[in-house]
Each structure stands twice: as structure tokens, then as C-alpha cells.
């Protein structure tokens, strides 16, 4: 309880902008920060998701603010609109102190030779991009503020890239390397902005909306999103600039830093079988046997 008063105290009357925030994780940081006496910007692509949200906080917290909150429902892949929901939120909440680029979905699921281009497209353009676009909309904004925190959602396949997350990892993995750089130069001019990475392990969302990814929610999506949301808050206030947290995390960060990749190779292979996915494994798939014509 007295770690969570003084979270209380940090956080009381800061604007924390959260994307992605009508379901799972999102969801559990806009829970979290409400309890805070943070004021909210939420964005989700999904706007029933985002109102149910919104009418949730008012129920579960009755004294907590209504005007606290701004909630826009806009695609995070959508630069323009940034920089409308930034600059709305400037003016209803006066400052921006912490953004939280969370807005992610899930690859095909689907080894290389059986995912589709735009499939890729669009897991780089949402996971990747929409990143990117916050970042850089934000930044003016936190500039200003005697402190501010930037976070990035990555995930355990921003560490190790087992079968089946080609598309996703791509986008994990540069959402890495991206605030891992991001993170050095700021530190080098404003200091003053916390630049944190998260790396979630198995989080029971509905991330997993296809029918081939179902098998994979229920044996690994098994953290509760509020846990990981409480240990983020944590460590913002501690400035843990790498964040991992949730079912098979620890194993992953430990294995990508000391196991060879052959071993790395091997475990997930297991992994991936014991799900039942050979079907794309076949040597005659029409990903190794249909060339292209094109000169
Ligand atoms: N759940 C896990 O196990 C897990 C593990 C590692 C990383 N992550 C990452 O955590 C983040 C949150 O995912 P989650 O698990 O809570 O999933 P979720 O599907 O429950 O929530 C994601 C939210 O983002 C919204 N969204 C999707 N595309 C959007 C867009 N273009 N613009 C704005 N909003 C958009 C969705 O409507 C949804 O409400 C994602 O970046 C995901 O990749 C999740």
C-alpha cells in the first residue's frame, strides 16, 4: 500500500496520453493511471471500445473526474491525425507529460511463404508506423515539460522470433531498435524524457483474433493486463528503461541474451509444433512451388 500511495503522488494531475486504450493492456494503463488521478488522452481505432472505456471509469471510479478524460477514435497509422489528438488534448488537459504507444496487432501467424504482402503491410504500418507517427507528434510536447516519459510496446517477439511471427517480430523488433536509439539521442538533449521499452510476455487480451492464433491465447496469454499495467507505473517512477513483464517473459529475455540462436531455433520449433500448425509445413506449399512470372 505505500508503494502504491507514492505512485499516487507521482502521478496525481499528470496527462497521460494511451493508445490502443479500448481493450487489454491499453485498457489496464487507462484503469491504472484513472486510479492515479492522472488526466487521460485515449485513443483506439475501435470507438464502442473506447466509449465502454470511458463509461467504465466514470462507474468504477465515481469520483474521479469526468473532464479528466479525452477520448478520440482514430487509426495510430494516420500521422495527420496525431497531430489533432495531440493538440486537442494540449488544450483540454493544458500539458502532455506521458505517452504510451500501445496500439499493436497481431502478424498473420503464418510462416513467410504462406503470409501475403499486405499482410505484412499493415502489421508494419499499425505496430511500426503508428509508433513512429506518436514519437515524433509527441515530442514537442514533452520538450516543454520539466518531466516527461515516452514508452513504446514492443513484446517478448521484439527479443526472439520464433515460426509464425515473421510479420509481427519485423515490427517488434524495429519498435526496439528504434527506441533503443530514440532513447540515446534524447538523452543526449532532453534528458528530462524518460524513454522506456516494454517488452510484454503473454497477456491475456484479445490480441489474438484469428482462428490459427487461438490455440497460442490459451496456453500462453495468461497475465492479468492490470498486473503488467501496475508494474509499468512502477517502473516509470523507477526509471526502469527496460520493461519486461507477463507469462514466459523472463525465459525469453533470459534465453535471447545467452542461448545461441541454433537453441533459440529448437525450443520455439517445439513450441510451434505442440500447437498443432504443420499445415504450412508441407514441401509441396504452393509458397515453394508457384514462381513468379514477373521480369
Ligand atoms: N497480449 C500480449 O500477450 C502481448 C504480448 C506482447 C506485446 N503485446 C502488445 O501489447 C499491445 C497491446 O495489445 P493487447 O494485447 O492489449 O491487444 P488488444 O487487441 O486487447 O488491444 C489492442 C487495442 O489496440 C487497438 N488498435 C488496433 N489497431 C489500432 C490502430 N490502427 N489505431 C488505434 N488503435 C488500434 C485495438 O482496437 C485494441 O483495442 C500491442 O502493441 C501488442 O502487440 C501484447
Known amino acids: 500500500?505505500?508503494?502504491?500511495?507514492?505512485?499516487?503522488?507521482?502521478?496525481?494531475?499528470?496527462?497521460?496520453?494511451?493508445?490502443?486504450?479500448?481493450?487489454?493492456?491499453?485498457?489496464?494503463?487507462a484503469k491504472t493511471f484513472a486510479h492515479f488521478n492522472c488526466k487521460l488522452a485515449l485513443c483506439d481505432i475501435d470507438?464502442?471500445?473506447?466509449?465502454?472505456?470511458?463509461?467504465?471509469?466514470?462507474?468504477?471510479l465515481p469520483n474521479y473526474c469526468e473532464d479528466n478524460v479525452f477520448s478520440s477514435a482514430f487509426d495510430v497509422s494516420d500521422r495527420a491525425q496525431w497531430d489533432d489528438f495531440l493538440s486537442n488534448t494540449a488544450q483540454q488537459h493544458q500539458h502532455i507529460d506521458v505517452l504510451i504507444n500501445n496500439a499493436g496487432i497481431e502478424g498473420s501467424c503464418r510462416p513467410v511463404w504462406a503470409s501475403d504482402e499486405q499482410s505484412l503491410q499493415r502489421v508494419m504500418d499499425v505496430n511500426f508506423?503508428?509508433?513512429?507517427?506518436?514519437?515524433?507528434?509527441?515530442?514537442?510536447?514533452?520538450?516543454?515539460?520539466?518531466?516527461?516519459?515516452?514508452?513504446?510496446?514492443?513484446?517478448?517477439?521484439?527479443l526472439i522470433a520464433p515460426p509464425n511471427t515473421a510479420d509481427y517480430c519485423a515490427s517488434k523488433f524495429a519498435i526496439r531498435g528504434y527506441t533503443e536509439s530514440l532513447r540515446a539521442e534524447l538523452s543526449l538533449i532532453h534528458p528530462h524524457i524518460q524513454v522506456h521499452l516494454i517488452h510484454p510476455g503473454g497477456i491475456n487480451t484479445n490480441i489474438t483474433r484469428l482462428e490459427q492464433s487461438q490455440k497460442f491465447k490459451h496456453r500462453f496469454l495468461t497475465t492479468a493486463p492490470t498486473d503488467i499495467a501496475m508494474y509499468i507505473a512502477k517502473c516509470i517512477m523507477q526509471n526502469k528503461a527496460r520493461i519486461?513483464?507477463?507469462?514466459?517473459?523472463?525465459?525469453?529475455?533470459?534465453?535471447?541474451?545467452?542461448f545461441p540462436l541454433s537453441w533459440l531455433n529448437k525450443i520455439s520449433a517445439r513450441e510451434v509444433k505442440s500447437l498443432g500448425l504443420e499445415e504450412d509445413y508441407r514441401d509441396d506449399h504452393p509458397g515453394f512451388t508457384t514462381r513468379s512470372n514477373k521480369k
Request: charged share 15%.
Open 1 to 29: 500500500m505505500g508503494k502504491i500511495s507514492s505512485l499516487d503522488t507521482f502521478f496525481t494531475g499528470k496527462t497521460v496520453v494511451i493508445t490502443g486504450a479500448g481493450s487489454g493492456i491499453g485498457k489496464g494503463l
Open 129 to 158: 508506423y503508428g509508433m513512429v507517427h506518436g514519437c515524433k507528434a509527441v515530442l514537442p510536447y514533452l520538450s516543454q515539460r520539466p518531466w516527461a516519459a515516452l514508452l513504446n510496446v514492443s513484446s517478448i517477439f521484439g
Open 244 to 258: 519486461v513483464y507477463g507469462n514466459k517473459s523472463g525465459l525469453a529475455h533470459f534465453a535471447s541474451r545467452f
Open 47 to 60: 470507438e464502442q471500445a473506447l466509449q465502454t472505456v470511458v463509461k467504465e471509469l466514470s462507474v468504477e
